[in-house]
Nanobody, 126 residues
Framework: QVQLVESGGGLVQAGGSLRLSCAAS????????MGWFRQGPGKEREFVAA????????YYRNSVKGRFTISRDKSKNTVYLQMNSLRPEDTAIYYC???????????????????WGQGTPVTVSS
């Protein structure tokens, strides 16, 4: 059974940092794209960042560029999201996702991902 388990969320003041982790189990995703999405209060789920299977292609939504960094450790079957200079508008539940295919492009849409974690909450106070 495939599982994605996020951790690292919490409460932080504006300007602070958090590092989210997503550990996959049940199969290896070393050749698969993985991504982070978030859903803020009263909002739809949105793309945050994604990384290709090789790690050579990375995409971010514009509002997090320069502040967030996605990375992966294939040996641990884990993907990370380092979040710096956090803003109140970053408050959301953050979800990890994995693409079942081995496409070379990096998907940024919700429907492109096949496996999802349960989410970890991030609250940024002003």
């Amino acid at each position: 059974q495939v599982q994605l388990v996020e951790s690292g969320g919490g409460l932080v003041q504006a300007g602070g940092s958090l590092r989210l982790s997503c550990a996959a189990s049940g199969r290896t995703f070393s050749s698969n794209a993985m991504g982070w999405f978030r859903q803020g209060p009263g909002k739809e789920r949105e793309f945050v960042a994604a990384i290709s299977g090789s790690g050579g292609s990375i995409y971010y939504r514009n509002s997090v560029k320069g502040r967030f960094t996605i990375s992966r450790d294939k040996s641990k079957n884990t993907v990370y999201l380092q979040m710096n200079s956090l803003r109140p508008e970053d408050t959301a539940i953050y979800y990890c996702a994995a693409d079942d295919s081995q496409q070379t492009t990096v998907p940024i849409t919700i429907t492109a991902y096949d496996y999802w974690g349960q989410g970890t909450p991030v609250t940024v106070s002003s």
